[in-house]
């Protein structure tokens, strides 16, 4: 069975670092782009990017270039998204989700990670 | 920036039909899919590549293209089909790779 695991609830206060994690299961880890989908309270899914584990290669979105650093241990079929010094805004659901039938939509999803920056 | 574009709400009664509209100028080029979320839950992939349905996802569910707009139709709608759903396509060139999402539209089983 194909899973995505999340790491749990953060609450960080802003300016703090955090890095949150993605395990992988059930599948080739390597061979699949992982992305990273940010839901903020009460609104949409928004894109941010996207890694390949086999080799690292990262692709981010436009809007959250330079935001966040998403890196992937293909070793323990991990991937992560980080950020250096979070922002009040930076306050969402955000999941992890593995590449479908072609890389361009996902098939599977992470249960969500609620991250919260609040001083 | 590229744009999908959805109604922010539909509602049907239990048993109608249910359509869910995304359009976007590129969606003629690029493939477009579907996910449905529940509140508190994850999105859930119910159609792909237009109009393809996962394993496991109700027959009911379908989709369809015409031109740049692509739509999601849920036929006898259920109780249980009540969620966001969402379309997804790319928007791609030589120099980048943007993933976007529909605004997202709530459909309300009456």
């Known amino acids: 069975e194909v899973q995505l695991v999340q790491s749990g609830v953060e609450v960080k206060k802003p300016g703090e670092s955090l890095k949150i994690s993605c395990k992988g299961s059930?599948?080739?880890?390597?061979?699949?782009?992982i992305g990273w989908v940010r839901q903020m309270p009460g609104k949409g899914l928004e894109w941010m990017g996207l890694?390949?584990?086999?080799?690292?290669?990262?692709r981010y979105s436009p809007s959250f270039q330079g935001q966040v650093t998403i890196s992937a241990d293909k070793s323990i079929s991990t991937a992560y998204l980080k950020w250096s010094s979070l922002k009040a805004s930076d306050t969402a659901m955000y999941y992890c989700?593995?590449?479908?039938?072609?890389?361009?939509?996902?098939?599977?999803w992470g249960q969500g990670t609620l991250v919260t920056v609040s001083s | 920036s590229y744009e999908l574009t959805q109604p922010p709400s539909v509602s049907v009664s239990p048993g109608q039909t249910a359509r869910i509209t995304c359009s976007g100028d590129?969606?003629?080029?690029?493939?477009t899919y579907w996910y449905q979320q529940k509140p508190g839950q994850a999105p859930v992939l119910v159609i792909f590549?237009?109009?393809e349905r996962p394993s496991g996802i109700p027959e009911r569910f379908s989709g369809s293209t015409s031109g740049t707009t692509v739509s999601l139709t849920i036929s006898g709608v259920q109780a249980e089909d009540e969620a966001d759903y969402y379309c997804?396509?790319?928007?791609?060139?030589?120099?980048?790779?943007?993933?976007?999402f529909g605004g997202g539209t709530k459909l309300t089983v009456l």
């Open positions: 590129a969606l003629s080029k690029q493939y």
């Open positions: 997804q396509s790319t928007d791609t060139s030589d120099t980048y790779e943007d993933w976007v």
């Open positions: 890694i390949y584990p086999g080799d690292s290669e990262t």
């Open positions: 059930g599948f080739n880890f390597p061979s699949y782009w």
């Open positions: 989700a593995k590449q479908g039938w072609s890389p361009d939509h996902f098939d599977q």
């Open positions: 590549k237009d109009s």
